[in-house]
């Protein structure tokens, strides 16, 4: 794929070129939104990021699994789990990447 990981730097430097606010409050707002982010997800709330996607936590109940290198079952606890779902909008912009035309021109067709 040859894609880069974008940093919590890059999108800080990225608020600085395009908010002109200093490097210092553009680093502060988005450790802000992170932060709203993540602890809404943590008290079990859905984040719904308008043309993005939806941050949910789904309950994963008490099941059984296989160490892969002795065959032996063990048992796997209960736990939460974060789920990312991308919005339709999100989905077909990273579908035109792989056909090279906007989804506008296909639609023109």
Do not use: C, H, W, Y
């Not at 680093?27 to 941050?55: C, P, R, W, Y």
């Not at 309950?59 to 789920?83: A, F, M, S, Y």
């Amino acid at each position: 794929m040859g894609g880069k990981t974008v940093t919590r730097a890059d999108l800080a430097e990225a608020v600085f070129r395009r908010l002109g606010l200093s490097r210092t409050e553009s680093a502060a707002m988005v450790e802000m939104v992170l932060k709203e982010i993540s602890d809404a997800i943590v008290s079990g709330d859905t984040v719904k990021l308008s043309s993005f996607g939806s941050f949910t936590v789904r309950d994963k109940g008490l099941r059984v699994g296989r160490n892969p290198k002795t065959g032996r079952e063990v048992p796997i606890p209960p736990r939460r789990v974060t789920v990312f779902k991308p919005s339709n909008i999100m989905k077909a912009r990273i579908n035109d990447g792989l056909r090279g035309k906007p989804a506008s021109e296909e639609a023109a067709e």
